[in-house]
Structures are given as structure tokens and as C-alpha cells.
């Protein structure tokens, strides 16, 4: 039991402290080498508040949110598939299919977020940002965030696994995913259809028409080429981002998004990518 806890621990610092690093390493390349060089940054503080904002009522509503997650995930017996983490070979092998299959269904479940009318109402409030940066990445309505976890743990009530391989899954998967809203002028070359960055997906938040529901993809842009939602970006493609027409949240909205006004939630179906 004691060991246990010790690695507990041990993974919980560990990973924190890696998040910390690699968010202020992000923060320098954001000053270096930026696609936007000259952000408000009225808009940066906002995106801080509106992270916080979300923060608070997801700490708020957690409760219930738990109470109708783990009684799905408990209704399907706790996971449907067993994962096994003993020894490197298990242990890699498992990872691997927990990443794909995790990966496969974010694609789709950020795909219907835009489908949708009544998901797209939520998801909008993460598109609104006009200036993208890693705090970015956080900026999703809590209510989005609420919903899908009470009512759609997908991967839970699939998969049992080990905690190691859900933490070492959100590390690796915080690489491509958590970082493609970075402002860096990063260009992957070859490696572009490979992982998902900052080019990449800031082509799905882009205000031109022609990027209009491109580049899904939270890690693998292999979904957008099977699934015919790719656009590869030229060597200096990094559009202006944003709603279409614009909107600037402020704290209240990031309370009430979906809400703001009843005659747009109803008819609410183009956006900006």
C-alpha cells in the first residue's frame, strides 16, 4: 500500500512539474517566434479570465457530473475491454490502442460539435477566441466540458486501464493537442500530416471560408485525410482566427454562452472552421 502511494506521488509530481516545464518553454517560443506578434493583450487577459471562469464551475458542478459518469461507466461493468500495464511490452502495446482509440473518438465527437446545433452553441465559445495562444487550449465552455463528461465517458465505459497509462497518454497527447493553439510560427514540414501543431489546427479556427470545417484532428491528422476534412496547409498559411461574424466573450458569457441570445442558438450553423 505504501509503495503504491509512493508511486502515486512520485507520478503526480512528475507529471505536473513536466506540464509546468513544457508551458513555460511554450510561453518563450510564444515571444520568439510568433504568429501574431502584436496580440491585445486585453484579449490575453480575457482568455485568462474566461479559463478561470471555467475552472470555477467545473469545480462547481463536479459533483454531479460524477454522480452521472460513474454511474454510466458502473452500468457498462467498469469497462468493457481491459487494458493490461504489467511489464514494457503490455504496457506499450496498451497505450498505443488506448491513444488511437481515444484519438478516433475525439476526432469524431469534435466533428459533431460543429455538426450539431445545440453542440456548436457550446463549442463556439472556444472558437471565439480572435487571438490564439496556449492558454487557448483551457478555453472551452464549462458546460461543453460537463456535458461530455456526465453523459458521453466514451473511453471510460470502453476501456479499464491502469492509471500510469491514462497519465502517461495525457502527457504525450499534451504535445500535439494541448499546444496547437501556440502562437509559434512552427511549420512541420513532412511531418505536418503526421501530428497535429500549431499550423495545423489553427487552419480548423481560421475565419477564411475555405478552411470551414478542416483539420478535426486532436493528435493524428490521419482522421482528416481518411474521413476527407484535411486541409494542408501551404508553407506561410496562418489565417486570421475567430467567429464569423466576430464575438468577444466577456466573464458573464463565459457563464451563459449558449444562452446569450435565444433566436441565435436556434439558427446558429456557420462559423469559422
Same mark, same amino acid.
Given at each position: 500500500?505504501?509503495?503504491?502511494? *509512493? @508511486?502515486?506521488?512520485?507520478?503526480?509530481? @512528475?507529471?505536473?512539474?513536466?506540464?509546468?516545464?513544457?508551458?513555460?518553454?511554450?510561453?518563450? /517560443?510564444?515571444?520568439?517566434?510568433?504568429?501574431?506578434? *502584436?496580440?491585445?493583450?486585453?484579449?490575453?487577459?480575457?482568455?485568462?479570465?474566461?479559463?478561470?471562469?471555467?475552472?470555477?464551475?467545473?469545480?462547481?458542478?463536479?459533483?454531479?457530473?460524477?454522480?452521472?459518469?460513474?454511474?454510466?461507466?458502473?452500468?457498462?461493468?467498469?469497462?468493457?475491454?481491459?487494458?493490461?500495464?504489467?511489464?514494457?511490452?503490455?504496457?506499450?502495446?496498451?497505450?498505443?490502442? $488506448?491513444?488511437?482509440v481515444t484519438d478516433f473518438y475525439s476526432y469524431?465527437?469534435?466533428?459533431?460539435?460543429?455538426?450539431?446545433?445545440?453542440?456548436?452553441?457550446?463549442?463556439?465559445?472556444?472558437?471565439?477566441?480572435?487571438? #490564439?495562444?496556449?492558454? =487557448?487550449?483551457?478555453?472551452? #465552455?464549462?458546460?461543453?466540458?460537463?456535458?461530455?463528461?456526465?453523459? $458521453?465517458?466514451?473511453?471510460?465505459?470502453? @476501456?479499464?486501464?491502469?492509471?500510469?497509462?491514462? %497519465?502517461?497518454?495525457?502527457?504525450?497527447?499534451f504535445l500535439p493537442n494541448g499546444c496547437a493553439?501556440?502562437?509559434?510560427?512552427?511549420?512541420?514540414?513532412?511531418? =505536418? =500530416?503526421?501530428?497535429?501543431?500549431?499550423?495545423?489546427?489553427?487552419?480548423?479556427?481560421?475565419?477564411?471560408?475555405?478552411?470551414?470545417?478542416?483539420?478535426?484532428?486532436?493528435?493524428?491528422?490521419?482522421?482528416? #485525410?481518411?474521413?476527407?476534412?484535411?486541409?494542408?496547409? *501551404?508553407?506561410?498559411?496562418?489565417?486570421?482566427? /475567430?467567429?464569423?461574424?466576430?464575438?468577444r466573450p466577456g466573464v458573464i458569457q463565459g457563464?451563459?454562452?449558449?444562452?446569450?441570445?435565444?433566436?441565435?442558438?436556434?439558427?446558429? %450553423?456557420?462559423?469559422?472552421?
Amino acid at each position: 500500500m505504501l509503495a503504491a502511494l *509512493d @508511486f502515486g506521488w512520485r507520478s503526480f509530481l @512528475f507529471t505536473y512539474c513536466s506540464f509546468g516545464a513544457l508551458i513555460l518553454i511554450a510561453r518563450q /517560443g510564444e515571444k520568439r517566434w510568433p504568429i501574431e506578434r *502584436d496580440q491585445p493583450r486585453s484579449e490575453l487577459l480575457m482568455d485568462v479570465k474566461l479559463v478561470a471562469v471555467t475552472f470555477f464551475m467545473n469545480w462547481l458542478t463536479r459533483p454531479l457530473v460524477a454522480v452521472s459518469g460513474v454511474a454510466l461507466v458502473n452500468a457498462a461493468g467498469g469497462g468493457i475491454i481491459t487494458l493490461p500495464g504489467n511489464g514494457w511490452g503490455h504496457f506499450c502495446g496498451s497505450l498505443a490502442i $488506448f491513444m488511437v482509440v481515444t484519438d478516433f473518438y475525439s476526432y469524431w465527437s469534435h466533428r459533431l460539435s460543429h455538426a450539431v446545433p445545440a453542440l456548436w452553441a457550446m463549442h463556439s465559445f472556444h472558437h471565439s477566441a480572435e487571438a #490564439l495562444t496556449l492558454i =487557448t487550449g483551457a478555453r472551452h #465552455l464549462w458546460l461543453e466540458t460537463a456535458v461530455n463528461a456526465a453523459f $458521453f465517458p466514451v473511453i471510460a465505459v470502453l @476501456f479499464k486501464v491502469p492509471a500510469e497509462i491514462v %497519465t502517461t497518454s495525457i502527457f504525450l497527447g499534451f504535445l500535439p493537442n494541448g499546444c496547437a493553439h501556440l502562437n509559434i510560427r512552427l511549420r512541420l514540414g513532412r511531418l =505536418t =500530416t503526421w501530428v497535429n501543431g500549431p499550423q495545423w489546427h489553427r487552419i480548423h479556427h481560421s475565419v477564411q471560408p475555405e478552411h470551414l470545417n478542416k483539420n478535426f484532428a486532436a493528435v493524428l491528422p490521419l482522421w482528416d #485525410l481518411v474521413f476527407g476534412t484535411a486541409w494542408i496547409p *501551404d508553407h506561410d498559411e496562418f489565417p486570421e482566427t /475567430g467567429l464569423v461574424p466576430a464575438e468577444r466573450p466577456g466573464v458573464i458569457q463565459g457563464i451563459i454562452w449558449p444562452f446569450r441570445n435565444a433566436r441565435l442558438v436556434g439558427r446558429i %450553423t456557420q462559423h469559422a472552421g
